[in-house]
Antibody, heavy 117, light 110 residues
Framework: EVQLVQSGAEVKKTGESLKISCKGSGYSFSSYWIVWVRQMPGKGLEWMGIIYPGDSDTRYSPSFQGQVTISADTSISTAYLQWSSLKASDTAMYYC??????????WGQGTMVTVSS | QAGLTQPPSVSKGLRQTATLTCTGNSNNVGNQGAAWLQQHQGHPPKLLSFRNNNRPSGISERFSASRSGNTASLTITGLQPEDEADYYCSAWDSSLSAYVFGTGTKVTVL
């Protein structure tokens, strides 16, 4: 079964760093783009960026460029989203998804990140 | 970043037909078409269709998608209670070199 399993919920304080993960299984992890998507409480979906694990080619939405870092480790079939200094406005659900034919076909279960002062 | 425009809400009766729209421009919807996602409260989105009217395995034929110019549409026939959800469109924008999402439509089944 093709699936993406994300790391668990996080509660952090402003200014702290964080790295969340998205582990793929059931397919060739290196061969498909992975996207990260933010959903703030009660709001819509926002595309943050994308990575091709095979060669680590990474693109960012202008809205998130410089705010987060996307990476991947093909040896453990895992993609990452990280922050160096969290803000309260980073409180949101974060999803990873596999991309095929320009569609987000397989989604992780989501990681809730709560940032408080 | 620029997004795709969807009506905030659509309400229809049980077993009726709902048509949702997603308006973009020639760089996104008008170029490669759109994909449609369904999201139930508290759950991750699920892909309903891609490249305008291709359905992933397991998606009901009651969901069909189309495109006319820069507007994509999702038609849900025979509305069921389980169709109550938020629906999003998405597309690759060749001028932004980025994916863009629609603003989302909440479907209510009366």
């Amino acid at each position: 079964e093709v699936q993406l399993v994300q790391s668990g919920a996080e509660v952090k304080k402003t200014g702290e760093s964080l790295k969340i993960s998205c582990k793929g299984s059931g397919y060739s992890f290196s061969s498909y783009w992975i996207v990260w998507v933010r959903q703030m409480p009660g709001k819509g979906l926002e595309w943050m960026g994308i990575i091709y694990p095979g060669d680590s080619d990474t693109r960012y939405s202008p809205s998130f460029q410089g705010q987060v870092t996307i990476s991947a480790d093909t040896s453990i079939s895992t993609a990452y989203l990280q922050w160096s200094s969290l803000k309260a406005s980073d409180t949101a659900m974060y999803y990873c998804a596999r991309v095929d034919l320009d569609a987000f076909e397989i989604w992780g279960q989501g990681t809730m990140v709560t940032v408080s002062s | 970043q620029a997004g795709l425009t969807q009506p905030p809400s659509v309400s229809k009766g049980l077993r009726q037909t709902a048509t949702l729209t997603c308006t973009g421009n020639s760089n996104n919807v008008g170029n490669q078409g759109a994909a449609w996602l369904q999201q139930h409260q508290g759950h991750p989105p699920k892909l309903l269709s891609f490249r305008n009217n291709n359905r992933p395995s397991g998606i009901s034929e009651r969901f069909s998608a189309s495109r006319s110019g820069n507007t994509a549409s999702l038609t849900i026939t025979g509305l069921q209670p389980e169709d109550e959800a938020d629906y999003y469109c998405s597309a690759w924008d060749s001028s932004l070199s980025a994916y863009v999402f629609g603003t989302g439509t909440k479907v209510t089944v009366l």
